[in-house]
C-alpha cells in the first residue's frame, strides 16, 4: 500500500535503486539538470538485490515503478545495474502497456554500452559488478549488439556492496577483497584498457581500485554517463520534456528506516539528505 501522495502540478523524473548506489547516479543528474524536479527512491528494506533471483528483482522492480507512477513521474530512470538486468526489458514489454503507453521507464546498462567504444584501443574492456548484474550477461549482449569486435571480460565482486553499506571500505580488509577481485579479473584479462564499474555503489571505491590497477587502464563510472545520455533523450524527446516539471525540488523515500537511510545517504549523494518512508 502507497503511503504518500503528491500533488497533481509536480510531475518529477523518479530515480529508483535498490539502496543508497543510485544516488551516485542521482547526483550527477541534478547537477546535469538541476532545475528538474526529481523524487528518489530507495528499497533499503528488501536490499540488496544483487543475489536475488529474476523474477524477484523483477517483482520488486515493478511494485517501485508503480508506485514512481502514483507519484507523476511520467518518466523513471532505473539506476540501479540489477533492476536495469533483471526488469527493465520486462517491464518495458510487458507493462507499460497497461500502466500508461505516455510513461517510460530507462535503465544505465544501454547508455553506457552505446559509449563504451570511445574509451577502449585495446577493444578489450573489463566489467565489475554485482552477482546478480553479472550472471545477467546485460553487459556483454548489449555491448556486443553495437559493437561486436569489443571483447568484454566480467567479474563480480560479491564483497563491494556490503563493504560499502557497512562503511568498512576504508579498511585493510577492504583492500584485500578488492585486490583480490581486481587481480582475478586482469588474470584472465590482461590486455584490457578500461574497466567499467558496473555497480554504482562501487565509484565510492575508485581510489582504492585505482592503486590496485596498472596506470593504462581507464575506470568508468555510470553517473555522468547516464546523466548525459537522459539530456540527450529529453532534448530527442521534447514530448516528454514538456512534461515534467522544473523547480528544483528533490525528494527523497526509502522503505526502510529513515534515519539508518539519511545517515548513509549523504555519503553517496555528496550532500545531506532527509527521506520520509513508503510503504510498497
Given amino acids: 500500500m502507497f503511503m504518500q501522495t503528491?500533488?497533481?502540478?509536480?510531475?518529477?523524473?523518479g530515480i529508483f535503486d535498490s539502496g543508497y548506489g543510485g544516488l551516485t547516479v542521482f547526483r550527477a543528474i541534478a547537477n546535469a539538470l538541476p532545475e528538474y524536479d526529481f523524487i528518489y527512491l530507495g528499497d533499503n528494506a528488501r536490499a540488496p538485490y544483487g543475489n536475488r533471483a529474476f523474477g524477484t528483482v523483477y517483482e520488486y522492480t515493478l511494485q517501485s515503478v508503480a508506485w514512481f507512477f502514483s507519484m507523476h513521474c511520467p518518466l523513471v530512470i532505473l539506476a540501479c545495474n540489477?533492476?536495469?538486468?533483471?526488469a527493465l526489458r520486462t517491464i518495458q514489454q510487458n507493462n507499460l502497456p497497461a500502466m500508461g503507453g505516455d510513461k517510460r521507464v530507462l535503465g544505465v546498462i544501454r547508455?553506457?554500452?552505446e559509449v563504451i567504444d570511445s574509451y577502449t584501443q585495446s577493444k578489450q574492456i573489463g566489467v565489475l559488478g554485482t552477482k546478480g548484474t553479472i550472471l545477467s550477461g546485460s553487459y556483454?549482449?548489449?555491448?556486443?549488439?553495437?559493437?561486436?569486435?569489443i571483447k568484454v571480460f566480467t567479474h563480480a565482486c560479491p564483497m563491494w556492496v556490503p563493504l560499502i553499506e557497512n562503511n568498512e571500505y576504508h579498511t585493510a580488509g577492504a583492500d584485500y577483497f578488492i585486490k583480490k577481485d581486481i587481480d582475478e579479473l586482469l588474470a584472465k584479462a590482461p590486455e584490457i584498457d578500461t574497466l567499467l564499474l558496473a555497480c554504482t555503489?562501487?565509484?565510492?571505491?575508485?581510489?582504492?581500485?585505482?592503486?590496485?590497477?596498472p596506470d593504462h587502464i581507464k575506470v568508468i563510472s555510470q553517473g555522468e554517463i547516464v546523466a548525459h545520455s537522459l539530456s540527450d533523450y529529453l532534448k530527442r524527446h521534447p514530448e516528454m520534456d514538456k512534461r515534467i516539471s522544473r523547480n528544483g525540488e528533490?525528494?527523497?523515500?526509502?522503505?526502510?528506516d529513515t534515519a539508518d537511510f539519511n545517515a548513509h545517504a549523504?555519503?553517496?549523494?555528496?550532500?545531506?539528505?532527509v527521506a520520509s518512508q513508503v510503504h510498497l
Fill in 6 to 13: 503528491a500533488t497533481n502540478s509536480r510531475s518529477p523524473i
Fill in 82 to 86: 540489477t533492476a536495469s538486468a533483471k
Fill in 111 to 113: 547508455p553506457t554500452a
Fill in 140 to 149: 556483454e549482449m548489449e555491448i556486443h549488439k553495437l559493437y561486436p569486435e
Fill in 201 to 213: 555503489h562501487y565509484p565510492l571505491l575508485m581510489e582504492k581500485i585505482k592503486r590496485f590497477l
Fill in 250 to 256: 528533490r525528494q527523497f523515500f526509502t522503505t526502510d
Fill in 266 to 273: 549523504g555519503m553517496f549523494f555528496g550532500e545531506k539528505v
